[in-house]
């Protein structure tokens, strides 16, 4: 029996454990994958007692995701790029770190779009951690025009200067707001709206134009009220289930070769949200 898992603080809540599983299951593998809950100061010591144990594979969460990197023996190009690992793959005994959020979200983000992104003009809200993959996912799949909001304007920055290309541009709210008829998509990327706080929304929707995308990476509630604006408004709109499931789902493919039925892991997890 293998062991994988997912370590974070606090990780209680997390879904990972029931997708995981049932996938192991449904494929005939014999896998079992239990959530860790490690503080920051017990990281060193979980990761090598993972070596010790010889665990797998593991994903990563809220707080590790940066820190991980330096107890790991090798970390991919993309994850690097992005500053953060999520998926951790033992290979006969080397920990590598990958990161599937990005290209997770860009996959369940193809199913929704009508318009071709490399037409598209796209605005991401937030540069934090999540904005990182979104961004390198997009800017590696090709998109007409890249726009970044931030509440601190240096991070959107930095991640503008992480690509120095042309397409890419730093915007404040305000101007966001006031040419929002320039844009194909919007992604929230921040945590703006997310349970407690259900009543925020990260901008205004006031005057988006019809069939715009509205993708908020956020998935608890499963319908923002950002979301339920912009669906007033006429826009298609994406929650953040479809990233979650495909992230789990690309780092389960590293880990076991195989592809698990994400129509089914969406239900199971969408059966825990309800
Ligand atoms: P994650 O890994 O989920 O992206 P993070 O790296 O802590 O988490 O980034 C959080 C993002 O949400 C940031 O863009 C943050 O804005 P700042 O860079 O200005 O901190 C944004 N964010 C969080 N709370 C916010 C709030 N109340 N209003 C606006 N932006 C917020």
Do not use: C
Request: charged share 20%.
């Amino acid at each position: 029996n293998k062991l994988y898992g997912i370590i974070g603080y606090p990780i209680g809540h997390s879904m990972s454990p029931l997708m995981h599983n049932d996938a192991f299951l449904q494929l005939g593998l014999n896998g079992y994958y239990h959530a860790f809950n490690v503080r920051e100061d017990q990281l060193k010591e979980t990761i090598a007692a993972f070596r010790v144990l010889n665990v797998s594979g593991f994903n990563v969460t809220i707080p590790h995701k940066v820190s991980i990197m330096k107890y790991l023996d090798e970390v991919d190009v993309e994850a690097k790029q992005i500053g953060a690992v999520n998926t951790v793959v033992n290979v006969d005994g080397r920990l590598i770190g990958y990161n599937t959020d990005g290209k997770g979200y860009l996959k369940s983000l193809l199913e929704v779009i009508v318009k071709p992104l490399e037409e598209s003009t796209v605005l991401v809200i937030g540069a934090g951690g999540a904005a990182r993959g979104v961004v390198s996912a997009l800017m590696n799949y090709g998109v007409a025009q890249l726009m970044i909001a931030n509440r601190t304007d240096e991070k959107a920055t930095q991640i503008k200067n992480d690509y120095g290309q042309k397409n890419i541009e730093v915007i404040s709210f305000e101007e966001a707001e006031s040419n929002i008829g320039v844009f194909d998509i919007l992604i929230n990327t921040t945590s703006v709206g997310m349970s407690p706080n259900i009543e925020n929304i990260p901008l205004s929707v006031e005057k988006i134009k019809q069939n715009v995308v509205l993708s908020d990476l956020i998935y608890n509630p499963l319908k923002t009220r950002w979301l339920q604006l912009g669906e007033e408004k006429g826009a298609i709109i994406h929650n953040g289930v479809g990233m979650f499931v495909e992230q789990g789902a690309l780092a389960f493919q590293k880990w076991t070769g195989l592809n698990p039925d994400t129509k089914k892991m969406k239900e199971i997890v969408l059966k825990q949200l309800g």
